[in-house]
């Protein structure tokens, strides 16, 4: 299995511009998690679909960020209009529901100017 | 609220001496605790994970030690090497066994290991 895919792996944008991240589960998983990391505030969850329905989205920063997922092999996690306070590692994980292990992908690099 | 809280944020450690890292929760329901590992540039992979019907778990040089009654658990790294140089997370979750919308992980803080040849 190819694990899970995130693109792009690095984006520099400058602000106020829409940023688009992508992920692709590993095929079967139903559980979908995106979490973004920075040095001050660690590994936080922005919000987890479970067979494709969102189920806690309390960790979205604000009305900036949004998240679909339109089917159970891709979900994408947007910022409009990006501000330099979101320049982070966006990381994707997905699981399967009988199980509790979370794999993660590669993450995206974003750098907002 | 942090729901898991991780000590230390940073560890040093020589080649061949034990690296010990502390997790401690609040959550009871929590049935479920991973550690995971990251190396730079990549993302977090599980490397040991531990239910609350046991008091340890070992794998290879790792170990968790569990202790419900205090609600708090350890990452132990036997005979460190420089390779183990990492940030490490533990995390906390009710299964998914338990939950009929998936796991949430409630991750620590991270530590960062360094172990010095």
């Known amino acids: 299995d190819a694990g899970v895919i995130q693109s792009p792996r690095h984006e520099v944008t400058e602000m106020g511009q829409e940023v688009t991240l992508r992920c692709k589960p590993i095929s079967g998983h139903n559980s979908l998690f995106w979490y973004r990391q920075t040095m001050m505030r660690g590994l936080e969850l922005l919000i987890y679909f479970n067979n494709n329905v969102p189920i806690d989205d309390s960790g979205m920063p604000e009305d900036r960020f949004s998240a679909k997922m339109p089917n159970a092999s891709f979900s994408t996690l947007k910022i409009q209009p990006s501000e330099p306070r979101d320049s982070a590692v966006y990381f994707c994980?997905?699981?399967?529901?009988?199980?509790?292990?979370?794999?993660f992908g590669p993450g995206t690099r974003l750098t907002v100017l | 609220q942090q729901q898991v809280k991780q000590s230390p944020q940073s560890l040093i450690v020589q080649k061949g001496g034990i690296s010990i890292i502390n997790c401690a929760y609040e959550n009871t329901a929590f049935d479920y605790f991973p550690w995971y590992q990251q190396f730079p540039g990549k993302g977090p992979a599980l490397l040991i994970a531990i239910r609350p019907d046991v008091s340890e778990k070992k794998e290879g040089r790792f170990t968790i030690s569990f202790n419900k009654s205090a609600k708090q658990f350890s990452l132990h790294i036997m005979d460190s090497q420089p390779g183990d140089s990492a940030t490490y997370f533990c995390?906390?979750?009710?299964?998914?066994?338990?939950?009929?919308?998936?796991?949430?992980?409630?991750f620590g803080t991270g530590t960062s290991l360094t172990v010095i040849p």
């Open positions: 994980a997905s699981s399967l529901e009988t199980t509790d292990t979370q794999y």
């Open positions: 995390a906390a979750s009710i299964s998914s066994a338990l939950s009929n919308t998936g796991n949430q992980f409630y």
